[in-house]
Nanobody, 126 residues
Framework: QAHVEESGGGLVPPGGSLRLSCTAS????????MGWYRQAPGKEREFIVA????????YYKDSVKGRFTISRDNAKNTVYLQMNNLKPEDTAVYYC???????????????????WGQGTQVTVSL
């Protein structure tokens, strides 16, 4: 049984919008925070956004600030990533991670395959 389920993604033109969803099968699989990484072809996987389950802590990578919004539904163990004004450079596979935590403005991730979603492709192109 998958511990993390992702949905959303697809092909949109520049300036378009998409919404990703990520659900942890149980809060024990995501005790503190969830978020997304992304990996473009030929590039390193990068951490882009996160949200805490228990307080107002959020993180946005500078390149997505003002365009991406992360939100949560605690009752459903689900987080959402609304992506607006998408650019070609946002094209990547987006991976949800359920084992994040923060100490102030510094964010950390737990190791283990069970914390990762299967990935969803986002393509921004005409």
């Amino acid at each position: 049984q998958a511990h993390v389920e992702e949905s959303g993604g697809g092909l949109v033109p520049p300036g378009g919008s998409l919404r990703l969803s990520c659900t942890a099968s149980a809060r024990t699989n995501s005790p503190e925070a969830m978020g997304w990484y992304r990996q473009a072809p030929g590039k390193e996987r990068e951490f882009i956004v996160a949200i805490s389950w228990t307080d107002d802590s959020v993180y946005y990578k500078d390149s997505v600030k003002g365009r991406f919004t992360i939100s949560r539904d605690n009752a459903k163990n689900t987080v959402y990533l609304q992506m607006n004004n998408l650019k070609p450079e946002d094209t990547a596979v987006y991976y949800c991670h359920t084992g994040l935590w923060n100490a102030g403005s510094t964010w950390y991730s737990r190791h283990g395959a069970d914390y990762w979603g299967q990935g969803t492709q986002v393509t921004v192109s005409l």
